[in-house]
C-alpha cells in the first residue's frame, strides 16, 4: 500500500510546500514539502532555495521512505485490513514526528495488539506544541473517516483538502429497491353480443288479379258493351 492520491493532497496541505529554507514551529530548518535534514540530503541551510521540480522529487522520494516505515511497522497481517484513509494518516503522523517517535509510539503498540480505535485515540497524545493539535485532531478524524464519507483537511475546522477528481470515491448512496411491479391482469376482449334468432320468412301470397274497374255513369257503361275490349 501506498500513499494516496489524498492522502497526499493532505499532506502536502498540512506541510506546505515552500521553495526557500524557513524555520519551522520549533525551529527546525525545512524546505520544500516539510523536508528536514534529518529525512536526509538535502542538509537544509538558511538561503537554501529548490526549483518546483526538485521540489516535487524531493518530496516523493521522503514520503516514499516514511511510507515504507509504516508498512514495516504495523503487523504482517494488517495491511491487507487496513483502509486506505487509516493508512495516509499514519504516514502523515510518522512524517510529522519522524521515523524513530513513530516506531516507539503507542499508536504502534495499540495497532499491533488490535486496537485500530485505540491507536486511532493515540494520535491525538501528540499534542505538543499547542499549534499542533488543530493538526493531530485532522489526522485522528481522516484515521477514522473513509474517503468516500468526507475528505480529510489539514486542520479539524477547516475546508476539506482539494483531491484530484479522479482520486475522489463515489460517495456511498443506498442502492435504490426495484419498484413494486403489480403483474398486469390479461385483458379480456368484450363478449360478442348474441345474435338474435333470424325468424323464418313468411310465405308470400299471390298478388290477386285486379279488376278492371267498373266505367262511371250511363256513357260509360254503354261505351263499355259497345267496345268489350277497350
Known sequence: MDLSAIGRAALIAREGRRLSA??????????????TSAAGPPLVTPGLRLSAAECDAL????????????????PADLPADLPEHAFDALVSLCFN??????LRSTVIRRLRAGDRE????????????????TR??????????PYALALPSARRGEAPVAA??????????????????????????????????????????????????EPKGLWGRLLARLHPGA
Not at 524557513?22 to 523536508?35: A, E, F, K, L, P
Not at 485505540?118 to 493539535?133: D, F, H, K, Q, T
Not at 493531530?136 to 473517516?145: G, I, K, L, S, Y
Open 118 to 133: 485505540g491507536a486511532a485515540e493515540a494520535i491525538l497524545m501528540w499534542n505538543r506544541p499547542a499549534s499542533i493539535v
Open 164 to 213: 484530484p477528481p479522479a482520486a475522489v470515491p463515489p460517495a456511498r448512496r443506498p442502492i435504490p429497491r426495484a419498484p413494486h411491479l403489480v403483474p398486469a391482469r390479461p385483458q379480456t376482449r368484450p363478449a360478442a353480443p348474441l345474435e338474435e334468432p333470424t325468424r323464418p320468412e313468411e310465405p308470400t301470397r299471390p298478388e290477386e288479379p285486379t279488376r278492371p274497374e
Open 22 to 35: 524557513y524555520r519551522d514551529s520549533v525551529g527546525i530548518w525545512t524546505i520544500g514539502v516539510g523536508h
Open 136 to 145: 493531530r485532531q485532522a489526522e485522528h478524524d481522516q484515521f477514522r473517516t
Open 97 to 102: 514526528i519522524g521515523q524513530p517517535a513513530f
Open 59 to 74: 518530496f516523493a522520494r521522503d514520503v516514499a521512505r516514511y511510507a515504507d516505515t509504516v508498512r514495516g511497522a504495523v
